[in-house]
C-alpha cells in the first residue's frame, strides 16, 4: 500500500517537475528575444534623445510594464480568492478560536513524515550540490525575498506620528 502510494506521488511530482521545465524552456527564448529587444531599443533612443533622456524613458517603460503586471496578478488573486474562499474566511472566524482546523489527518501526517524521512538521505546530497553550484543566484534570490519582506512589512506596520508630542 505505502509503496503504491510513494509510486503516484512519484509521479505526480515527476510530472509536476517536467511541467516547470517544459515552461522554463519555453520561456528562456523569449527573454533572450526581450533583451535583445530592449537593447535596440535603447540604442535607437539614445540616438534619437541622448542618454540620459533614453534612460529615463526606458525607466518609464519598465515601471509601467511594471505596474500594469502588478495589477494583473492582483487581479487573478482576487478573481483567484472569490466568494467561496471569502465565505469560508468567515465560517473560520465565526468558529471558536480553541478549535484547530486540519485538512491531514493523522494517518497522511505519519505517512508524509515517513516518506520525507526515507527520501531525505538520497535527496539531501543532491539538493545541497544544486544550491552549492547555483550558489550566486540563489544568494540574489534570498536577498530579493528578504528586501521585498521588509519593505511588505514596513508598509503593513502602524503609522508613525510625524508631530513630536511636547
Known amino acids: 500500500m505505502f509503496a503504491a502510494i510513494m509510486r503516484r506521488a512519484q509521479v505526480t511530482v515527476d510530472h509536476a517537475v517536467d511541467q516547470v521545465v517544459n515552461k522554463a524552456i519555453v520561456a528562456i527564448p523569449f527573454v533572450i528575444a526581450a533583451a535583445f529587444g530592449t537593447a535596440a531599443l535603447a540604442f535607437r533612443l539614445v540616438r534619437e534623445y541622448g542618454p540620459e533622456t533614453a534612460n529615463v524613458i526606458l525607466a518609464i517603460l519598465f515601471v509601467a510594464i511594471g505596474l500594469i503586471a502588478a495589477l494583473i496578478v492582483n487581479y487573478k488573486q482576487s478573481s483567484a480568492a472569490g466568494p467561496d474562499s471569502v465565505a469560508a474566511a ?75 508630542s511636547a
Open 90 to 164: 468567515e465560517a473560520a472566524e465565526t468558529a471558536s478560536p480553541g478549535a484547530e482546523q486540519s485538512s491531514m489527518s493523522d494517518t497522511d501526517k505519519d505517512l508524509l513524515k515517513a516518506a520525507l524521512t526515507s527520501a531525505a538521505p538520497l535527496a539531501l546530497p543532491r539538493i545541497l550540490r544544486l544550491i552549492a553550484r547555483n550558489l550566486p543566484l540563489v544568494l540574489s534570490i534570498l536577498a530579493a525575498l528578504f528586501i521585498l519582506m521588509q519593505s511588505s512589512a514596513a508598509s503593513q506596520s502602524a503609522p508613525i506620528d510625524k508631530e513630536p
